[in-house]
């Protein structure tokens, strides 16, 4: 069946463009090669509880449309305001505290939220894209095409693909998991400044509301450049700095590792969007900041851009 929008990647930006463009009257499918939506939004169920293994955190500004999203969250229970303040770690363990932005989670992972953004459209998952063309995907007529997937991705898809050019970085994250919480109540969540092998902390049990022992650790990219083909090698790396920075005395009982090859961009293109005709594309690295909120904007606001030019 033809459709007037055919978005490629089911993660936040992604849903966020297929929604605003059908409340604008187009008729829209999301493809997406993974077996559920939500793209860098993941969550997996380890020790029998979903862990945020994608996105850490998002941040909402006041009286915006994401903000109105993140209030409708708030209100069914799907997401919660986390904390203002974490930790700052040196490479030796000594910690100052740093207050910021609100940090909002989800109590059963990031991932509910994208799949709550999917309600009602038309996504088809484990679905493999060969080849993109204006107005084509894999030679058949999908109206106007959203590459909504890192750059990197989008170029293997198509030479049309626009801002395929820069840099992304890679991470790992390693889920650790102790028998019984190891650091401070308060801890939230810490940057790590100076390490060379992690950079920040989430306390998933404080994030997710459940208590759980938890602590989901990003290493640097040097580190996962160094580990991609093995995400499991790192883990050793990141316990032993974990443990350091946190004072924490055993190692935990259980442990797992996912890579994550373009885990964001190193420069954002500063436009929100990238209209085509025929391809077009949104995502974090469409603002001015890579974050989980410019990825929502970004495909809103191309959404609304592409119900507009029907109108």
């Known amino acids: 069946m033809a459709v007037d929008v055919t978005v490629v990647g089911g993660g936040i930006s992604g849903l966020a463009c297929a929604r605003a463009a059908k409340a604008g009257g187009l008729s829209v499918r999301v493809l997406d090669r993974g077996r559920r939506v939500g793209g860098r939004l993941a969550s997996r169920t380890l020790w029998d509880r979903p862990v945020d293994l994608g996105a850490s955190y998002f941040v909402v500004a006041e009286s915006t449309p994401f903000a109105q999203v993140v209030a409708g969250w708030q209100e069914r229970g799907l997401a919660r305001a986390w904390t203002d303040t974490f930790s700052v770690v040196d490479a030796e363990g000594a910690q100052t505290r740093k207050s910021g932005p609100v940090r909002w989670?989800?109590?059963?992972?990031?991932?509910?939220?994208?799949?709550?953004?999917?309600?009602?459209?038309?996504?088809?998952?484990?679905?493999?894209?060969?080849?993109?063309?204006?107005?084509r995907v894999d030679g058949e007529d999908a109206g106007e095409v959203v590459l909504a997937m890192p750059g990197p991705q989008a170029a293997r898809l198509s030479e049309n693909a626009?801002?395929?050019?820069?840099?992304?970085?890679?991470?790992?994250?390693?889920?650790?998991?102790?028998?019984?919480?190891?650091?401070?109540?308060?801890?939230?969540g810490a940057f790590v400044d100076g390490h060379p092998d992690i950079a920040f902390i989430a306390d998933d049990g404080d994030r997710r509301g459940d208590g759980a022992p938890v602590l989901v650790v990003h290493t640097t990219p040097d580190l996962a450049r160094r580990h991609l083909a093995d995400p499991a090698g790192a883990v050793r790396a990141v316990v032993a700095a974990t443990r350091t920075a946190l004072g924490i005395d055993v190692d935990p009982a259980e442990s797992f590792a996912h890579r994550w090859t373009f885990a964001r961009p190193a420069q954002t293109e500063g436009a929100p969007f990238h209209r085509g005709p025929?391809?077009?594309?949104?995502?974090?690295?469409?603002?001015?900041?890579?974050?989980?909120?410019?990825?929502?904007?970004?495909?809103?606001?191309?959404g609304l851009a592409l119900a507009s030019d029907r109108s």
């Open 162 to 188: 626009p801002g395929a050019g820069g840099d992304w970085e890679p991470v790992i994250a390693v889920a650790l998991r102790w028998d019984a919480r190891q650091w401070p109540e308060d801890l939230h």
């Open 105 to 135: 989670a989800a109590p059963r992972g990031l991932r509910s939220l994208a799949e709550d953004l999917a309600e009602g459209l038309d996504v088809r998952v484990e679905t493999t894209i060969e080849k993109v063309e204006p107005y």
């Open 278 to 302: 025929g391809i077009s594309a949104c995502g974090d690295a469409w603002g001015d900041r890579s974050a989980v909120r410019t990825a929502w904007e970004s495909g809103h606001a191309l």
